[in-house]
């Protein structure tokens, strides 16, 4: 069965940072894109990031793009995303997801609140 | 720019059937989608995949209640003998080029 648990998330004040874990078990971690998915508090889904399978290769919204850092340690089926200089408006519920284009499979997310 | 429009709410009686429509922005006709439910308080569960040809491919244990087919533009998730567990929010999701993938907006089924 694949499972994928995020853990991680917090309260942090503004400009601070954080760091997402995402464990992945069940399939073979090292042949799929990864994704990060955010829904901020009572909002949709919004794409976040992506990181191919090697880890070589990785692009960004345009909302974190130089402020996140997506990375993947396939020795320990485990997916990062690294937050810095937290705003208000990155308040959201954090999935991780895995798929080259379809998102098949999701994690219960992990929660990022960002206020003084 | 790669759009995915959908009608923010939906309704339809216990047992009944229902379909919600995702609308591809112009020039995108071609794109496949994937179909996501979000039940409430929980993370996203993935449906199907949907091609315009309107063939389409399930996620593992999805019950065969759920459906989808295609015209033109619109992809359409068609669930049927509705049950008070398919009140949900629901997703669809495209992928374009230079590596962007998007959503709709999403669409609250109501169980009457």
């Known amino acids: 069965e694949v499972q994928l648990v995020e853990s991680g998330g917090g309260l942090v004040q503004p400009g601070g940072s954080l760091r997402l874990s995402c464990a992945a078990s069940?399939?073979?971690?090292?042949?799929?894109?990864m994704h990060w998915v955010r829904q901020a508090p009572g909002k949709g889904l919004v794409w976040v990031s992506r990181?191919?399978?090697?880890?070589?290769?990785?692009s960004y919204a345009d909302s974190v793009k130089g402020r996140f850092t997506i990375s993947r340690d396939n020795a320990k089926n485990t997916l990062y995303l690294q937050i810095n200089s937290l705003r208000a408006e990155d308040t959201a519920v954090y999935y991780c997801?895995?798929?080259?284009?379809?998102?098949?499979?999701w994690g219960q997310g992990t929660l990022v609140t960002v206020s003084s | 720019q790669l759009v995915l429009t959908q009608s923010p709410s939906a309704s339809a009686s216990l047992g009944a059937s229902v379909k919600l429509t995702c609308t591809l922005s112009?020039?995108?006709?071609?794109?496949?989608i994937a179909w996501h439910q979000q039940q409430p308080e929980k993370g996203p569960r993935y449906l199907m995949r949907?091609?315009?040809?309107?063939?389409?491919i399930k996620g593992d244990g999805i019950p065969d209640r759920f459906s989808g087919s295609s015209s033109g533009a619109e992809r359409y998730l068609i669930i049927s003998s509705l049950q008070s567990g398919d009140e949900a929010d629901y997703y669809c999701?495209?992928?374009?080029?230079?590596?962007?993938?998007?959503f709709g907006g999403g669409t609250k089924l109501t169980v009457l």
């Open positions: 997801t895995r798929g080259d284009y379809c998102f098949d499979s």
């Open positions: 069940g399939f073979t971690f090292n042949t799929y894109w």
């Open positions: 990181i191919n399978s090697d880890g070589s290769s990785a």
């Open positions: 112009s020039g995108h006709s071609s794109y496949a």
């Open positions: 949907l091609n315009s040809d309107g063939s389409h």
């Open positions: 999701q495209t992928w374009g080029t230079d590596t962007q993938w998007v």
